[in-house]
């Protein structure tokens, strides 16, 4: 990543910051499970964005103090006989080549640092990432690290700096939109093959394995979320996850799945026949679906919020709904579709937002993913695309993969 776009970042969240006071971010360390098992790394997403640095034992600070702020950066030291077992650190060099970050220290130097700072008054503010998703999770480390902090120096007042990230977040820059990109087309590889190999007879765990095996081939980091894979009834689930039941003859097959490449996100939805035919129903409920998901990208711009797109998602679902003879009333819809129709995107699947009736911004990437779950006759469907909102509309990021009933069938027909 160009290491201007990273400075730029860190100077935008310097320009919502009071004078006098510092953002300390943790990246975050793995979470110790087992005797000998650590949960896979995930670092904090906004030292990510603020540094493009994926590892574990790391503090960024953002020092306001002085008259020009000033950024620093504490690593681990190498340790030969770790790196033997555990593989290799990044070096001072390597960490300011990635970042931009000149200023490069081992995390020795931190505690001492912040204590000289303190002791000559030269801050009364710090920040912390403290976002905490739901009050029966457990604490983030940031969260543990800033009441760590609060009980050693009380005197200090402890600041939220999530508001701040997550404004900036909502904004996605060029590199973002590239990655993002990747991330889509390499989630299309993975879905071309799910269509070649699905039959009936194949297992739900297996469309997953093929569509994981290819994301990784083609430079995946891997899934952005747990695949879900759901054939039949199982399809009519929001998050169904255990992907174990046979894929039938004559049913669908949902696959909600996404692709993270180089710390960034897609997230998309496509529902295929299993045999490769829709019958007559499932079209009928199918292309319903698929004008509620071409309206939201007529309508997506700056302006819009995803409160307005979903209401417009819902109307469309409504009335398909009623010519069909399934509602009466538009009222009657939370029956076949009970979630909203898009969120954000980017370093997280669901990325952040400050408030759910922020208005749209140019630069803004959104999901569009309206669907209708019928459990009477186990048919779940739903479509989902990535949108860049752009500065009239919007660009669909994943228009290449492919989504009406005629091309779909083409493809696995002719495959």
């Known amino acids: 990543m160009d290491t201007k776009?990273?400075?730029?970042?860190?100077?935008?969240?310097?320009?919502?910051?009071?004078e006098n006071s510092v953002a300390i971010i943790y990246s975050g360390v793995a979470m110790h499970v087992s005797e000998d098992e650590y949960m896979?790394?995930?670092?904090?997403?906004?030292?990510?964005?603020?540094?493009?640095?994926?590892?574990?034992?790391?503090?960024?600070?953002?020092?306001?103090?002085?008259?020009?702020?000033?950024?620093?950066?504490?690593?681990?030291e190498a340790d030969p006989l770790q790196e033997?077992?555990?593989?290799?650190?990044?070096?001072?060099?390597?960490?300011?080549?990635?970042?931009?970050?000149?200023?490069?220290?081992?995390?020795?130097?931190?505690?001492?640092?912040?204590?000289?700072?303190?002791?000559?008054?030269?801050?009364?503010?710090?920040?912390?990432?403290?976002?905490?998703?739901?009050?029966?999770?457990?604490?983030?480390?940031?969260?543990?690290?800033?009441?760590?902090?609060?009980?050693?120096?009380?005197?200090?007042?402890?600041?939220?700096?999530?508001?701040?990230?997550?404004?900036?977040?909502?904004?996605k820059d060029e590199e973002e939109v590239k990655r993002i990109r990747k991330a889509v087309e390499i989630t299309k590889e993975g879905l071309q093959q799910v269509m070649k190999r699905l039959k009936p007879g194949m297992m739900e765990y297996q469309a997953q394995a093929i569509y994981e095996g290819v994301i990784h081939y083609q430079g995946s980091e891997g899934p952005s979320f747990a695949t879900i894979a759901g054939s039949g009834f199982n399809g009519t689930m929001m998050h169904y996850g255990t992907n174990h039941c046979e894929c039938k003859d004559g049913t669908l097959l949902l696959l909600d799945l996404g692709t993270k490449y180089q710390g960034w996100c897609s997230d998309i939805t496509r529902t295929y026949p299993v045999n490769g035919k829709y019958t007559k129903r499932q079209k009928e409920i199918y292309d319903i679906v698929l004008a509620a998901n071409k309206k939201v990208i007529e309508c997506a711009k700056p302006g819009i919020t995803t409160k307005e797109?979903?209401?417009?998602?819902?109307?469309?679902?409504?009335?398909?709904?009623?010519?069909?003879?399934?509602?009466?009333?538009?009222?009657?819809?939370?029956?076949?579709?009970?979630?909203?129709?898009g969120?954000?995107?980017?370093?997280?699947?669901?990325?952040?937002?400050?408030?759910?009736?922020?208005?749209?911004?140019?630069?803004?990437?959104?999901?569009?993913?309206?669907?209708?779950?019928?459990?009477?006759?186990?048919?779940?469907?739903?479509?989902?695309?990535?949108?860049?909102?752009?500065?009239?509309?919007?660009?669909?990021?994943?228009?290449?993969?492919?989504?009406?009933?005629?091309?779909?069938?083409?493809?696995?027909?002719?495959?």
């Open 5 to 18: 776009l990273l400075e730029k970042r860190r100077e935008n969240v310097f320009a919502a910051m009071k």
């Open 84 to 171: 033997k077992w555990l593989g290799k650190k990044l070096t001072k060099d390597e960490a300011k080549e990635i970042s931009g970050i000149e200023d490069v220290q081992y995390l020795d130097a931190f505690s001492g640092k912040i204590s000289f700072m303190i002791s000559r008054s030269m801050f009364d503010t710090a920040y912390f990432d403290l976002f905490h998703g739901d009050a029966s999770n457990l604490p983030s480390y940031n969260e543990v690290k800033a009441k760590e902090f609060h009980e050693t120096y009380m005197g200090i007042g402890i600041r939220d700096l999530y508001p701040i990230l997550s404004h900036l977040r909502m904004k």
């Open 309 to 341: 797109l979903n209401d417009i998602a819902k109307e469309v679902l409504a009335k398909g709904l009623k010519d069909l003879g399934l509602i009466k009333e538009d009222s009657e819809l939370s029956k076949y579709y009970m979630h909203g129709v």
């Open 343 to 415: 969120h954000h995107l980017g370093l997280d699947v669901h990325d952040c937002t400050n408030h759910l009736g922020d208005k749209l911004t140019e630069g803004a990437v959104i999901t569009d993913e309206p669907g209708i779950y019928i459990e009477e006759e186990s048919i779940g469907i739903r479509i989902e695309d990535d949108l860049l909102i752009t500065k009239d509309g919007c660009e669909v990021l994943s228009k290449d993969i492919i989504k009406t009933t005629e091309e779909i069938e083409k493809f696995m027909a002719e495959n």
């Open 40 to 76: 896979a790394f995930q670092v904090n997403k906004n030292f990510r964005y603020l540094t493009d640095i994926a590892r574990e034992q790391m503090i960024l600070v953002l020092d306001n103090t002085g008259e020009k702020p000033s950024t620093r950066l504490y690593i681990e």
